[in-house]
């Protein structure tokens, strides 16, 4: 999936497809014009994701593989703060989680309201503190690198 914003242009998105040609890269347009599309949806786990709901109004805005999928509306964040003159992301980025397994997630440790609806689809939430999320621009999904283990 690939957000077409003003950091990510449409002909990015074509150039990643000829570089995948066996995958399809699906854009998301009109909903956010910044950087983090990862602030804006969440794939949980398939068949659920997370969504933030001042960005995106409706599953149709969504490309079609993710049109059917379940769906929890991302409560109000908690503004946890930045560095002074320093903020290089909106408070959304709480949802910027990372996923250990279809059922864990690592979260920032003051969500709690966004925990209580993480565990009403029986997602379980490692609470962390993350106090410059903000100001690095991401939250746990960001500052960490995916690894493939044999």
């Keep these: 999936y690939y957000l077409v914003s003003n950091t990510g242009n449409k002909k990015g998105a074509e150039l990643l497809q000829s570089y995948y040609p066996n995958s399809t890269v699906h854009t998301i347009e009109g909903v956010y014009s910044y950087i983090h599309i990862d602030s804006t949806i969440a794939l949980l786990r398939e068949g659920l994701m997370l969504l933030n709901p001042s960005r995106?109004?409706?599953?149709?805005?969504?490309?079609?593989?993710?049109r059917n999928w379940d769906v929890i509306w991302a409560p109000e964040p908690v503004d946890i703060g930045h560095y002074p003159g320093y903020c290089n992301a909106s408070t959304w980025v709480s949802i910027n989680l990372l996923s250990v397994n279809p059922n864990l997630v690592v979260l920032e440790e003051h969500q709690h309201n966004l925990r209580t609806e993480l565990e009403k689809h029986n997602i379980e939430c490692a609470m962390l503190p993350m106090r410059h999320a903000r100001t690095l621009g991401g939250c746990f999904h960001c500052v960490t690198v995916d690894l493939e283990r044999e």
């Design 56 to 66: 995106v109004k409706s599953v149709e805005q969504l490309p079609k593989p993710l």
